[in-house]
């Protein structure tokens, strides 16, 4: 498999997105090469085109181009887009509990 770019994320800080370039894709096992090192633990979001995955990093390892990360995916949202389109085409109601609310 050629090597796709993707941007990865770490939840729960600060950590800006960074690209990373997806180097192998077994699900629910992926893995990546990143230029900065992401704790193993580490809960982190990974996007391709329409698909968002959500995992953990397994490891990651100093390589010459970089790092090499391993995560397993825990959840896979795919058709993003197609979502989006919909939710734009379509003026969605605000239900009356919460329109009061604010």
């Known amino acids: 498999m050629p090597s796709r770019p993707v941007f990865l994320q770490v939840l ?13 894709l077994t699900l629910p096992d992926v ?6 090192r992401v704790v ?8 391709l085109d329409e698909i968002l995955w959500l995992g953990e990093v397994i490891e990651c390892q100093p390589d010459a181009d970089g790092h ?4 397993r995916v825990e959840q896979e949202l795919s058709g993003l887009g197609r979502l989006a389109t919909a939710l734009a085409e379509k003026a969605w109601p605000v239900p009356a509990n919460r329109a009061e609310r604010g």
């Open 12 to 24: 729960g800080g600060s950590t800006p997105v960074q690209h990373a370039e997806l180097m192998e």
């Open 31 to 36: 893995y990546l090469r990143t230029l900065r």
């Open 40 to 47: 193993a633990g580490s809960p982190v979001r990974l996007e």
């Open 68 to 71: 090499k990360l391993w995560m």
